[in-house]
């Protein structure tokens, strides 16, 4: 089975700190992407990526950026968290459709 | 936006049939229909997809109208482990598009 592994289960972190959320997929995937989930606003994508080094914003790309190096491993930055940014942030990778997304098993950021 | 719309909550008792209503009236013609559903504080998985036609494995079936306006999913035994938020989703096929969820529906299985 695919596995799509994001580094933490839970982060806390404080205002205005730099911070990384990285996430790997064992399968070669081409396709990555990140979400974040919030109580009544549902999954809302931030930035997905076709290929290393490619990225496309997604629909809240405000306050974030990421980084494709290497295929396998697709990292969501925070360059200045804000508590605005406290949410669930979910990975997902994908090689077709025909397949559907895996997603990660969530990283729990909290910013105080 | 999503382009589906879904009931917010449904209850289904153990052991019997969870149908799952969707309606995506302006689906276009290279659009798939997607399933997925999200177990509380886990990430969303994939059920199943299609076109046009039915579509049956091993987690569920989708039945999609001859007008493709609409699609049911049916889970045929649901377990107390199929409670979980569902997601019903357009998209094209192809690998790179973006999944936009919408709302969901929360299915409750009761003992």
């Known amino acids: 089975d695919v596995k799509v592994t994001q580094s933490s289960r839970y982060l806390v972190k404080r205002t205005g700190e730099k911070v990384f959320l990285e996430c790997v997929q064992d399968m070669d995937h081409e396709n990555m992407f990140w979400y974040r989930q919030d109580p009544g606003l549902g999954l809302r994508l931030i930035y997905f990526s076709y290929d290393v080094k490619m990225k496309e914003k997604g629909d809240i790309p405000e306050g974030y950026s990421v980084s494709r190096e290497k295929k396998e491993r697709f990292s969501l930055i925070l360059e200045s968290a804000s508590t605005n940014q406290t949410s669930m942030y979910l990975c997902?990778?994908?090689?077709?459709?025909?397949?559907?997304?895996?997603f990660g098993s969530g990283t729990r950021l909290t910013v105080v | 936006d999503a382009k589906t719309t879904q009931p917010p909550s449904m209850d289904c008792a153990e052991g019997r049939a969870a149908n799952l209503p969707c309606n995506h009236s302006?689906?276009?013609?290279?659009?798939?229909v997607y399933w997925y559903r999200q177990i509380h504080s886990q990430g969303p998985q994939y059920i199943i997809h299609?076109?046009?036609n039915n579509e049956t494995n091993e987690m569920a079936s989708l039945i999609i109208t001859e007008d493709r306006k609409s699609s049911t999913l049916i889970l045929p035994h649901a377990t107390l482990r199929d409670t979980a938020v569902y997601y019903c989703?357009?998209?094209?096929?192809?690998?790179?598009?973006?999944?936009?969820f919408g709302k969901g529906t929360k299915l409750t299985v009761n003992p």
């Open positions: 299609g076109l046009k």
């Open positions: 989703i357009v998209s094209p096929q192809g690998g790179s598009e973006k999944l936009v």
């Open positions: 302006t689906i276009s013609g290279n659009e798939y």
């Open positions: 997902a990778s994908s090689l077709t459709t025909d397949y559907g997304y895996t």
